[in-house]
């Protein structure tokens, strides 16, 4: 199960069944769940933990040192979940000591070749990250949220669940949860990702009420302020508006208007 080409660091947990490739280099304090395929010519360095049943293509590079100018040496690690697909040449660096000291990625996941992922970004469950897309760092990703070919987000972004990023789209503001991003570098709201959560079995009650929130923060000619004041009142009759309004207000680098 394990090539003998394979470099491993004596203190690496290998769990059972896994498999790893020729030429390629466990570091140390790197634990690999069971069941977890790892291809040839894959550097995993450590602190990292790496769950179970994972499949890692051939020149993945994970748990580097942060590309940070900051960074001194200070222990921090990188945590993979479970079910995840990493593809061809995906970089997957560890956290900062500054900025949590952790870099996340949970379950059941999709990387796909030449993605990167920078320091002390957290990612949930279910997203796609097609070719070439690429965070920043401390940068955070909602769950079954969709990252197309060559689209990224600058550093401290936040993406809401169920989001869906165009081509070639670069985000530099927070994105709400349920919207579809698209046009040229700045990324605009273009409607909400309505396929998407078809696909995921929302009702249309519940798309309903995400679209009639969409058209009070988007599309009412609104100040923030007053369209706020309305999802409010629209919140209380929507688990999915409440999580808008709650992503609203954890925001930062400011709203995608």
Request: proline content about 4%; glycine content about 12%; some cysteine.
């Amino acid at each position: 199960m394990i090539h003998p080409t394979a470099q491993i660091d004596p203190s690496a947990v290998i769990g059972a069944n896994v498999r790893i490739g020729a030429f390629t280099v466990i570091g140390a304090d790197v634990h690999i769940g069971d069941g977890t395929i790892i291809g040839p010519h894959v550097v995993i360095e450590g602190p990292a933990r790496i769950g179970r049943d994972n499949r890692i293509a051939q020149f993945a590079s994970l748990g580097g040192d942060p590309q940070d100018m900051k960074f001194d040496g200070e222990r921090t690690e990188l945590v993979i979940g479970d079910r995840n697909l990493i593809r061809e040449f995906v970089t997957v660096n560890r956290g900062t000591g500054d900025g949590g000291g952790v870099t996340s990625i949970g379950n059941d996941n999709w990387l796909l070749a030449y993605v990167h992922v920078a320091h002390d970004c957290k990612i949930g469950n279910h997203t796609i990250f097609s070719n070439y897309s690429a965070l920043a760092g401390h940068v955070e990703v909602g769950d079954w949220t969709v990252f197309s070919g060559y689209s990224g987000a600058h550093q401290f972004c936040k993406i809401g669940e169920h989001a869906f990023i165009a081509m070639g789209c670069l985000l530099g503001a927070d994105v709400p949860p349920f919207l579809m991003m698209a046009n040229d570098q700045s990324g605009r709201p273009r409607g909400l990702n309505t396929t998407g959560l078809k696909r995921r079995g929302f009702e249309p009650e519940r798309i309903t009420a995400i679209k009639r929130a969409y058209r009070t923060l988007y599309t009412s000619g609104l100040p923030l302020a007053e369209a706020r004041e309305q999802l409010v009142e629209q919140a209380k009759e929507s688990e999915d508006v409440r999580a808008m309004l709650e992503f609203l207000d954890r925001s930062e680098r400011g709203l995608a208007r």
